[in-house]
C-alpha cells in the first residue's frame, strides 16, 4: 500500500515539476529565460514604434488594416465588441485583481499573489505613461482619425495582463486551458478594439508586449526569488 502511495506521490510531483520521472528533486529554474523573454518584448516593442512611425509604407498599411476591421462594425458586432472592451474598464479592472489576489492568497502562494499586484499595476501604467511621449500621426481611414497618442493601447494591455496574471494563478492541470481560452479573451478585446476604431493594429500589439514583459519580468523575480528561499511549489 505504501509503495503505491509513494508512486502516486512520486507521479504527482514529477506533474507538478518538483521531481524527474524517477524520483530525483528537480533544481528550481533560474530567472534567465524569462528574463530573455523580457528583452525580446523590449526589441518587440522598439520595432513596432519604430515601423509604425518612421517607415511611411507601414503607416499606409496599419491604416488599411484597420478599415478591413471596421467594416465589420454592424450592430449586433458593435454591441459584444462594446461589451468586450468594458471589461477592461478601470474600475472592472481593478475588481479582476483583487479576484486573482485573493484566489493566489487562498491557494497560500503570497509571491504570486505580489506578482499579479505588479503586472496589473505597472503594465496599464506603463502604457499610459508611454502614449503622450511615443505620440506620432496616424493615416486617416475613411473619416475616422485616430489619437496621436495612443500607442500601446491601453486596454490591450490590461486584457494580456489579466489573461497572463489568470495563466499565473492556475493549477498546473488547468494552465493549458487559461492558456487557451485567455489567449480567445485577448485576441477577442484587441479585434474589438480594431472594430470600435479605437486603436491602430500597431497600438494592441504594443499593448500585448508591454503586458507580457511586465510578466516576464514578474516571472524572473519568481524564479530569482524560488532559487533563493525554496517554497517547494513550482509555477
Known sequence: MSEHAYS?????????????RDGRPRPPTGPGRPLLVALACVLAL??????????????????????????????????LAS????????DLFILWGISLLAYAISRERPRVALA?????????????????????????????QINPASWPSGHSTAAMALVLCAILCAPAALRPLAIVLGALFA??????????????????IG?????SLWMALAVAVLKAAEQRWPTGKPL
Not at 502516486?8 to 524527474?20: F, N
Not at 485576441?187 to 493594429?201: D, E, N, Q, R, T
Request: no cysteine.
Open 46 to 79: 522598439a520595432a513596432t514604434w519604430s515601423i509604425a512611425e518612421l517607415i511611411p509604407a507601414a503607416h499606409v498599411r496599419d491604416a488599411r488594416l484597420l478599415g478591413e476591421f471596421t467594416r465589420l462594425d454592424k450592430p449586433h458586432i458593435d454591441r
Open 116 to 144: 499579479v499586484v505588479a503586472v496589473m499595476g505597472f503594465a496599464p501604467l506603463t502604457s499610459e505613461k508611454l502614449k503622450p511621449l511615443l505620440a506620432h500621426s496616424h493615416d486617416k481611414v475613411g473619416a475616422v
Open 207 to 211: 499593448g500585448y508586449l508591454i503586458a
Open 83 to 90: 461589451f468586450l472592451v468594458h471589461l477592461m474598464n478601470p
Open 8 to 20: 502516486a506521490q512520486t507521479i504527482a510531483q514529477s506533474r507538478a515539476g518538483l521531481t524527474h
Open 187 to 204: 485576441g477577442a478585446v484587441g479585434v474589438s478594439l480594431l472594430i470600435l476604431a479605437w486603436h491602430m493594429p500597431s497600438d494592441v
